[in-house]
């Protein structure tokens, strides 16, 4: 008998915390807390060329999601012109998008390509898109619109 009621409470949590796999959303954010690039600023990849964690006193909701910047300055960069400083394609694997799949990031491994960020799951990712580049992004923009169809 209490193995049923383990194995009823096992399913419950596991519903509690893992998304559905058909579940789209067009910001990857965190689980926990719905951040967007888990937490690190946007606008630092362009300002300072690194990643900078981001800090709860400055903050924008922008599509449902909580953007954490450095400094105030940086938030209201954002805040001013969030599509200038967002990843490409919601800030899911630039890589995995050019093959048509979603897939989490390392926010630390990225590239600015012709003034757009894109981000990457693995270094063997970013690598790959230093080859043909253009077709990678023309590749993943179309599995992009694709999903932003859905």
């Known amino acids: ?76 960069r954002f805040a001013t012109s969030p599509q200038a400083f967002a990843p490409q394609y919601g800030g899911y694997c630039s890589n995995q998008m050019s093959l048509g799949n979603l897939s989490d990031i390392d926010p630390q491994v990225w590239r600015i390509i012709e003034g757009k960020l894109y981000l990457f799951g693995h270094d063997a990712g970013r690598v790959r898109w230093a080859n043909k580049t253009s077709q990678r992004v023309s590749e993943a923009d179309g599995n992009w619109r694709t999903y932003l169809a859905q």
Do not use: C
Request: charged content about 20%; hydrophobic content about 50%.
């Open 1 to 76: 008998m209490k193995k049923s009621y383990l194995f009823v409470f096992m399913v419950a949590v596991m519903a509690i915390f893992v998304r559905p796999a058909s579940a789209f959303e067009e910001i990857n954010k965190s689980f926990f807390g719905d951040l967007a690039l888990g937490g690190y600023d946007a606008v630092s990849y362009f300002t300072e060329a690194k990643t900078i964690k981001g800090n709860e006193a400055h903050v924008v909701q922008w599509k449902g999601v909580r953007w954490l910047f450095s400094s105030e300055a940086n938030r209201q």
